[in-house]
Structures are given as C-alpha cells and as structure tokens.
Nanobody, 121 residues
Framework: QVQLVESGGGLVQPGGSLRLSCAASGFIVSSYAMTWYRQAPGKERRLVASIPSVIMSDVGDHIHYTDSVKGRFTISRDDAKNTVYLQMNNLTPEDTAVYYC?????????WGQGTQVTVSS
C-alpha cells in the first residue's frame, strides 16, 4: 500500500528555517519523480519543488523550483530512508501554507496528508 507521510511543519519566525520530511512506503522514492506542493489559505495548490527519479541522468540538473523559492529551498532524497526532504531557509510570511508531498507512480497519483507551515512574528 502506497503511503506518504509528511512531517516537520510548524510555526517559525520570518527568516527562520524548517525541514519538511516525506516518508514513503509501498514504493521506492528514487524510482519516481517526487514533488512538494503547497496550498495557502484561499489559494490553489501550487508546485514548490520536484526531483526526478534516478533513472534520469544528471538528476541535479533536472531538479525544479518555483521562482519564489529558488535560492531558499532545497529538495533532496535519502534513498536509505526512502524519504524526500524540503529544506526551507529564510522563510517569509508568504511561505505560509499547507505543504504536501506528491508521487506519480505511472498513471496513479498519491498525496500525503499535508503539514502546516506558518511563518509569523
């Protein structure tokens, strides 16, 4: 059974950092593209960062970030832990949202339950 479990969210002051985790089970994360999305109150869910599968050569060259997080967020994968991370630095109130982990396994799409990130002083 495929399952994605996010953790690591919380309340942080502007300029602070958080690391989100997405622990996967039922499949091998390195074999599929993994993506972080976020949804702010009253807004659509939007892509934040994605990392391709190891099948793609030069994985680092194909990591994608939305413009607003470039230089501040880093997506990574720990194959031994079957977990994907999102390191978020220099957070701003505009980063406040529920963050979701996503996996596309062929024609099937899976989502985690989300983790709340609130950036406020």
């Amino acid at each position: 059974q495929v399952q994605l479990v996010e953790s690591g969210g919380g309340l942080v002051q502007p300029g602070g950092s958080l690391r989100l985790s997405c622990a996967a089970s039922g499949f091998i994360v390195s074999s599929y593209a993994m993506t972080w999305y976020r949804q702010a109150p009253g807004k659509e869910r939007r892509l934040v960062a994605s990392i391709p599968s190891v099948i793609m050569s030069d994985v680092g060259d194909h990591i994608h970030y939305t413009d607003s997080v470039k230089g501040r967020f880093t997506i990574s994968r720990d194959d031994a832990k079957n977990t994907v991370y999102l390191q978020m630095n220099n957070l701003t109130p505009e980063d406040t949202a529920v963050y979701y982990c996503n996996a596309m396994l062929g024609e099937y799409e899976y989502w985690g339950q989300g983790t709340q990130v609130t950036v406020s002083s």
